[in-house]
């Protein structure tokens, strides 16, 4: 927690190579030339796995209490929140429930956007701004809305 503090979730412009080096040093896998833009949160840095060339903007909270998979060449936005657990409504305990997030190369998960435990975003797809995944993407597909619904098909250009 001390060392979250001091070097993720605060303002001060430390080098992204360094926080790979101390998430590494957690247990993380982060790939060569990933970004880590200040005032991200990372609860269990071994739960996570970041690819090569992909960028996690500030105030991301990757609340991982099971695997998230980042993919590379992937933009994680500004306040962007990845959520693994939830709790059980149906039962008087409210049991925690926990499930991974597969983020696949090539993702934009738009700023203030939510993906919900056990979510694949797959290759391509776009989570639009302040919208809420909470099943499955498709490859290429542009999503928009609480609930993310597919609202068109994502065109590359060459």
């Known amino acids: 927690m001390i060392v979250s503090v001091i ?3 605060n303002k001060l412009p430390i080098p992204s190579k360094i926080k790979s080096i101390i ?6 896998s982060i790939s060569k030339s990933v970004v880590i833009k200040p005032n991200v949160k990372i ?4 739960n996570l ?10 105030y991301v909270w990757i609340d991982n209490l099971a695997k998230v998979e980042i993919g590379s060449n992937c933009c994680i936005s500004q306040g962007a929140y990845l959520l693994t657990g939830n709790h059980n409504y149906k039962k008087i305990t409210f049991d925690l429930i926990i499930s991974d997030i597969e983020i696949k190369d090539d993702v934009w998960i738009g700023a203030q956007s939510i993906v919900c435990p056990g979510v694949i975003v797959n290759k ?26 597919l609202k068109k098909e994502r065109v590359i250009i060459k």
């Open 7 to 9: 070097f993720f979730e």
């Open 23 to 28: 998430l590494n040093l957690f247990g993380a």
């Open 43 to 46: 609860k269990y840095p071994w």
């Open 49 to 58: 796995i970041v690819g090569d060339y992909s960028w996690i903007g500030e």
């Open 124 to 149: 391509l797809a776009i989570l639009s701004v302040g919208s809420v995944a909470n099943k499955d993407l498709l490859e290429n597909g542009i999503y928009q809305g609480n609930p993310a619904v």
